[in-house]
């Protein structure tokens, strides 16, 4: 695992970020004390690093119709095809989540669908006809308490 070394103004720039996507660089720089310049070299410096890794917009689910969320635990035949069902799973639109966990499941995804039936469509006939899926035990969403992106420890 790589080695980061960030400073307490690279906690700050990340802390603004992780907030605000698209706070303005010299706002940024307003906040930490420097100057624009010095905020754009720095995070293109955590760019590099593989520190930040993009930006994204984020779109409510339900905005499009998708009132369901749902967890669903994968279990595979052969826990050496994981790549094969991996690659299966990317062509599924509603899937927004893939893990490798622990225990005795393989696969943590989560999934966005319109309704019920539009869920147990995808599990019936999607998932369990992948190939190398044994079983499937599916967790429905009932609210999101806690939704947030990482944050930056010690950042002042």
Known sequence: M?????????????????QDARMAYLE????????????HQRIKRLEKQGIVIGSRLLV???????NVCAFVQIAL????????VKEELTKIPELVEC???TGKYTFLIKLYCRDNEHLMNIV??????????QSTETLLSLQAVIDRNINCPDAK
């Open 77 to 84: 035949v052969e826990g050496n095809k994981m790549m094969e």
């Open 28 to 39: 940024i720089a307003r906040e930490c004390g420097v100057s624009g310049a010095a905020i």
């Open 2 to 18: 790589p080695k980061y070394q960030i400073d307490d103004t690279d906690r700050r720039i990340l802390s603004f970020l992780v």
């Open 60 to 66: 409510e689910p339900e905005a499009l119709g998708l």
């Open 124 to 133: 019936t006939e999607k998932l369990l006809k992948i190939p190398y899926i």
């Open 99 to 101: 893990h490798f966990v």
